[in-house]
């Protein structure tokens, strides 16, 4: 099991956004509760909103492998690498693998059971050290077969069980950095990695439990940080009564399942007196009842919390991270926006996050984040908040922690690297020179007029109505989920300003074109 990224002392900064030399594994799995994914359109192609890293390949000592479970249109290839100097050198420095397999598992599960891929991936790692990765190592596995991996791993001190290092990622004599980056870590991505020899740039799954909802109200607490009101590590539908009754409370309550996505696990309930399951309830999933809650929430356990009555209600989002060496910091703050019946599905964000509570979001962010790393975290990771007025201003309580990639990396991670801009954490801005940069992003344009067209039809309208990215100002739409154009005209996109109003107007004009009024 491997419980910390095996990285020397001179990877012990590492940012994924920004990394000096070394290879990016990039394997994008939707290792999450499948019967919530299934709701999402398009869920599949949530598998590109990590191509942003393609720009890393702005450094010339950097190369990316990445992992699909369908082939990815070239047109969304070179749409990417045209944000470089040089696409055309880029590109040899990169390697698009896919399964070519629509299936319904998890991208890291699906690889485990093909060994030809496993071999590709490790001759591509070899390309640049001149060796073949993962063979002849202490956990490489010669025959290519991935299913023949059993527990193990690497170790925090980057040894393996008997002592020595092995493969690129622990860096062994005469190799080449390299890394995983997932979108979440589950026993499958590990067992991936054991197979490649390759550290993780994300938490061991060994501490999942801590980006539960239970396990974050408890970090929260550790932390200092102030946290809603509720009971949390409730096991079944009759626990979850008792606590409800408990709280005693004035009016709505929150129900959400420990393990759950994109606010798809949540219910907001209006006590009658009575019992839970009579009370007038609100399922943020479609085709939820108490029937199916009941039995997830028996699995994966819930937390019961008051619901924040505040209009208009200020969710915003800190996104951190840890790396190899413990070092943690705050990179972005964001406004997420939110929808669905109950005003808690994740839709979209804006960057950064109010002035007026910026400075505390990021303050109790840092300390979350300290916290998980005396844990042994590393890796980015999301913190949710809620934000409640008080007589003197505003007060932060934490809503969740997502020890995952989130969906405000995506954004951040585009603009950051197409402006070429830095996070100053002391105003909580990203800078490009002298000039703050600004943006708000959706995950979630559905424009029924683009259906049946090709991501490079839709970049190049986007180009021609004045809606593409201008490298000279350094503004403009960053476009993402371009898969998911022909098939059901949905997309995503960054709008990026040299002020909120300019950066919400191209947002707004993007979206009048896209879904003009009837």
């Known amino acids: 099991m491997i419980t910390k990224i095996p990285f020397g002392e001179r990877q012990s900064r590492l940012s994924i956004f920004e990394p000096d030399a070394g290879t990016l594994v990039v394997v994008p799995s939707l290792s999450l509760p499948q019967d919530e994914l299934r709701k999402i359109t398009g869920a599949l192609c949530y598998e590109e909103r990590l191509l942003f890293l393609l720009l890393t390949l702005r450094s010339p000592a950097v190369d990316?492998?990445?992992?699909?479970?369908?082939?990815?249109?070239?047109?969304?290839?070179?749409?990417?690498?045209?944000?470089?100097?040089?696409?055309?050198?880029?590109?040899?420095?990169?390697?698009?693998?896919?399964?070519?397999?629509?299936?319904?598992?998890?991208?890291?599960?699906?690889?485990?059971?093909?060994?030809?891929?496993?071999?590709?991936?490790?001759?591509?790692?070899?390309?640049?050290?001149?060796?073949?990765?993962?063979?002849?190592?202490?956990?490489?596995?010669?025959?290519?077969?991935?299913?023949?991996?059993?527990?193990?791993?690497?170790?925090?001190?980057?040894?393996?069980?008997?002592?020595?290092?092995?493969?690129?990622?622990?860096?062994?004599?005469?190799?080449?950095?390299?890394?995983?980056?997932?979108?979440?870590?589950?026993?499958?991505?590990?067992?991936?990695?054991?197979?490649?020899?390759?550290?993780?740039?994300?938490?061991?799954t060994s501490l999942a439990h801590l980006g539960s909802k239970s396990g974050g109200r408890a970090v929260g607490e550790e932390a200092g940080v102030p946290v809603v009101r509720g009971f949390s590590h409730l096991r079944s539908l009759t626990e979850v009564e008792h606590a409800a009754r408990a709280m005693r409370p004035a009016g709505r309550l929150m129900v959400k399942l420990n393990n759950s996505y994109s606010g798809l696990g949540n219910a907001v309930v209006t006590p009658d007196g009575r019992s839970l399951v009579s009370s007038p309830t609100s399922f943020s999933a479609a085709g939820e009842t108490w029937t199916t809650f009941a039995e997830k929430i028996a699995e994966r356990g819930a937390v019961v919390e008051e619901f924040i009555e505040d209009r208009p209600l200020r969710s915003p989002s800190a996104l951190a991270r840890i790396t190899p060496g413990g070092v943690c910091d705050v990179v972005a703050t964001h406004e997420q926006v939110l929808g669905g019946p109950n005003g808690d599905v994740y839709q979209g964000c804006v960057f950064p996050a109010h002035p007026d509570y910026r400075a505390e979001l990021s303050a109790c962010a840092e300390r979350i984040a300290r916290t998980l790393a005396e844990r042994g975290v590393v890796g980015l990771f999301g913190v949710d908040f809620f934000v409640v007025r008080t007589d003197g201003g505003y007060r932060a309580l934490l809503c969740e922690i997502n020890l995952r990639i989130g969906g405000t990396t995506h954004p951040f991670g585009a603009a950051l690297l197409t402006t070429g801009g830095s996070y100053d954490p002391a105003s909580g801005t990203l800078m490009c020179g002298d000039q703050p940069k600004y943006y708000v992003a959706t995950d979630n344009c559905a424009a029924p007029f683009l259906r049946g067209r090709t991501p490079g039809e839709v970049v190049k309208m986007f180009h021609d109505e004045g809606l593409g990215f201008d490298r000279d100002r350094r503004t403009g739409n960053v476009l993402h989920l371009l898969g998911a154009i022909p098939e059901f005209g949905k997309l995503g996109f960054t709008s990026i300003g040299n002020s909120a109003e300019e950066a919400a107007e191209l947002h707004r004009r993007t979206l009048r074109t896209l879904c003009p009024p009837a």
């Open 64 to 204: 990316v492998v990445y992992l699909t479970s369908t082939p990815v249109d070239d047109a969304i290839v070179d749409y990417y690498l045209g944000f470089l100097d040089d696409p055309d050198e880029a590109r040899t420095r990169l390697q698009m693998i896919s399964l070519d397999d629509p299936h319904t598992h998890p991208l890291s599960e699906a690889l485990l059971r093909r060994p030809d891929v496993i071999a590709r991936v490790r001759a591509a790692l070899g390309r640049r050290s001149g060796t073949e990765a993962g063979t002849g190592g202490a956990c490489g596995h010669a025959d290519g077969d991935a299913e023949a991996s059993t527990g193990g791993g690497a170790h925090g001190d980057g040894t393996h069980g008997d002592g020595t290092h092995g493969g690129i990622g622990g860096g062994a004599e005469g190799g080449r950095d390299a890394w995983m980056v997932p979108f979440v870590v589950s026993e499958h991505e590990e067992r991936l990695a054991e197979v490649l020899c390759l550290p993780i740039y994300g938490p061991a």
